[in-house]
């Protein structure tokens, strides 16, 4: 696999801690995240972006635009609301996914998302990788898509 430049061990220290991140760890600050994308982001503007693609620089350009405009004007992260930081985290890992580029990396990549508790109103913050998402989506189709009801012929009868 190739990376770009030094961005890669910024990235990774941004990965690092967003994975504290998501469970609530308390270890990454606005300013850490700022300094991290600024540094990739005059990397990429510098034009090191030795084995990402055309559509990989574009992802990590879209990311980071989100990560910047969810922490302009923060100083900490307590100042985000709950979706905020979802967000945040899923920008980063995004950018995260497509420095390690490829399907794997995108597979890996850690996702988080909010989903009703069933039988309550109550939201719940969920996190696993974009594989794990996937796979659970899949599934609850093919769920959905099971008929429900038996019709005939063979409702219930073993086949002779």
Not at 22 to 36: F, H, K, M, P, V
Not at 45 to 54: H, S
Not at 134 to 160: I, M
Request: aromatic share 4%; hydrophobic share 30%.
């Amino acid at each position: 696999m190739k990376y770009v430049g030094n961005a890669l061990f910024i990235l990774l220290g941004a990965c690092v801690c967003t994975s504290a991140f998501a469970s609530g760890g308390s270890s990454l600050s606005i300013d850490t995240i700022r300094e991290q994308q600024g540094a990739l982001q005059a990397g990429i503007e510098a034009g090191k972006t030795d084995g990402l693609t055309p559509r990989q620089v574009n992802i990590v350009r879209k990311s980071q635009k989100q990560v910047f405009e969810l922490i302009d004007g923060r100083k900490d992260l307590a100042d985000l609301s709950i979706e905020e930081k979802i967000r945040l985290n899923n920008a980063l890992e995004t950018i995260n996914a497509q420095m390690k580029g490829g399907h794997f990396g995108q597979d890996e990549q850690q996702v988080c998302w909010r989903e009703r508790k069933t039988g309550s109103t109550t939201k719940v913050t969920r996190c696993g990788s974009q594989a794990e998402r996937d796979f659970l989506r899949q599934n609850a189709r093919e769920y959905l898509e099971k008929p429900r009801v038996c019709t005939p012929p063979g409702c219930g009868a073993s086949p002779e």
